[in-house]
């Protein structure tokens, strides 16, 4: 159960982070205004609280971990928001990050 709610998280934290980050491009770079700047900030910084919720209680670990899962995540938002088509590198590039990541957080450790 403890991976189930550590994944969904690093879901929510990638949601946070990374539609924090989109809303403040839109703002400055589509020049959509100062509300969309605004949520985008707002939403980052709910981000840098969602890493608090996990059940590890390592901070570098957690971060280091959701790279794998922010950089996957920005490829699909990529696809979803803009209509952006990955090629094999970058998916292929998303897996590895993915799978470093499993290691990372959930690799059978020996009291600690």
Do not use: K
């Not at 403890?2 to 020049?31: D, K, N, P, T």
């Not at 985008?40 to 390592?58: K, M, R, S």
Request: with cysteine.
């Amino acid at each position: 159960m403890l991976i189930v709610r550590s994944a969904a998280l690093f879901v929510v934290a990638a949601l946070f982070e990374i539609g924090g980050a989109w809303l403040v491009w839109q703002g400055v770079r589509e020049h959509r205004g100062w509300l969309w700047m605004t949520g985008g900030v707002l939403a980052l910084g709910a981000y840098g609280f969602v890493a608090t919720f996990q059940p590890d209680a390592h901070f570098g670990r957690i971060l280091a971990a959701y790279g794998g899962i922010f950089v996957a995540g920005s490829i699909l938002w990529g696809v979803v928001a803009d209509g952006y088509r990955p090629d094999r590198f970058d998916l292929s590039g998303a897996l590895i990050c993915l799978v470093g990541m499993a290691v990372i957080m959930w690799a059978p450790r020996n009291g600690g």
